[in-house]
């Protein structure tokens, strides 16, 4: 079982609350801890540990979050994916917890608790980011009697730290569009920044610290280095049309072309990449994880609720590596017909990992598990087929980016007029096909390599992995050109408004900071 190398706990008695003037409790803690340079990397630890965890006591206890009942609807990636699939074909949820319908029904208002979890979230983790910078200034580490020594290996955890904030920003860019930019703790009422402005912050972010990460794949696990850095930026700069009105497929091609100029190659098997010791694959497809481990950093977030959640029906949740079925998640036949051959889907495409016995391929009450293909795409079973260390918190590490991503922003990138070559774009697909169907079977020519192909292959590729929402709205598919099974609270499906393209700034912000404005229409 792999040890967990940065989700440790950070000891610092860190307030628990949702203000954005986040500071310390104690405060002798930055005159003391800090003296002792491992303090600076237990902190960077504490802001990693936001993407997944909850609070200070593992799965339960001392949440970090408190505008919900229950802990574990404030794990980031819960919180987060929510927001990418369950508003898309990808995704539908039996649950009836309040609001949570709203993402499949695109009926979300400024008072979904689904909506304020994932805006506090990003601004708890910006928050901890911002004081850990304010911590490790040149200053502060002369202050506290920091070693040359230590001081330059606390410049790299300034410059991971930075990584990390821009990271959350981009997830408000896309997600909210018009937050405020926050790069110091204050007392303030902070001022709405514009999506043009924030995009310049995060790229003006991205490009201060690109020379000073670590290489590619020399970092430790579940720490960034430039790979990551490059995948941001590809990632940016795709979207970069859709969301400020600006060209910048090339930028977005050339930072793809970075990462897969790195050394890194797909993993030999696809399904392997979502398992419990998919932290194998760090030197050959996953460039950036959220690391988990069932025994030391539990959780009722990330991949457990991936795990759990898609499990129900006649699935024996053993086969899983787990005990506890939540019979939630399932997808829509939208979603299973991009993949050849419809009714026996995995007969014809292996990435296609859906459970059908039991299950039907329609959804005629959403409410029940067994309408439509269930999706155990992520599991806690290793490799070898064993279980994860621990059947209730699982061991799988989540992909925030992984290299087939990269093959495909290129594809798409160059094909919307970016600088490259469309040869190596259907060069780069047809490796994710010749993995998914053992030969070269399945490739296709250059003429065949449309944006329409590549939109279907990020999903035959990418599903369930936190694209889909964003992915639809740069091809302008999300609300009013789009229509999928129970999209807008209809089972044939409906047009959405296109202001719900993004998401409300959640009301409770409004009533506190009267400087902000809501969001078009909300």
Known sequence: MKKLVIFLLFLLPLAACTDLDLKPKDGDVDAVVFRDPEAYRSYLAKVYAAFSHTGQQGPAGRPDISIVPDEGFTSYIRAYWKAQELTTDEAVIAWTDAGIRDMNDHNWSSENQFVRVVYYRIFYIIAYANDFLAQSTDAKLEANGISAADRAVIQLYRAEARFLRALAYWHAL???????????IST????????????????????????????PRTNEYGRADKAAVWMLQAKLYLNAQAQIGVDRYSDAATAAKKVIDAGYSLAANY?????????????????????????DAQNWGSTTFLVHGAIGGSMVDADYGVSGAWAGMRTTSAMVAKFSGATVPVAQDPRAIFYTDGQSLEITDIGTFTDGYAVPKFTNKTSAGGDGSNNTWCDTD????????????????????????????????????????????????????TLDFVLD???RELYWEGTRRIDLIRYGRFTDQGIWPWKGGVAEGRLTESWRNIFPIPSSDLIANPRLKQNPEY
């Open 398 to 449: 989540y992909p925030m980016f992984r290299l087939a991503d990269a093959y495909l922003i290129y594809a798409e990138a160059v094909l919307r007029g970016g600088t490259g070559s469309v040869g190596d774009a259907v060069g780069y697909i047809n490796l994710l096909r010749e993995r998914a169907y053992g030969n070269n079977s399945a490739n296709i020519t250059q003429a065949q390599l």
């Open 271 to 295: 399904p392997e990449l979502f398992m419990a010791d998919n932290d194998k694959e760090r030197d050959t497809e996953l460039i950036f994880t959220l690391p988990a481990d069932g025994i």
């Open 174 to 184: 896309d997600l909210f569009r018009n937050v405020p930019i926050l790069t110091a």
């Open 457 to 459: 292959e990020r999903v």
């Open 188 to 215: 303030e009422l902070p001022v709405q920044g514009s999506p043009e402005e924030l995009f310049s912050f995060i790229e003006g972010e991205l490009n201060a610290i690109e020379s000073v990460m670590a290489d």
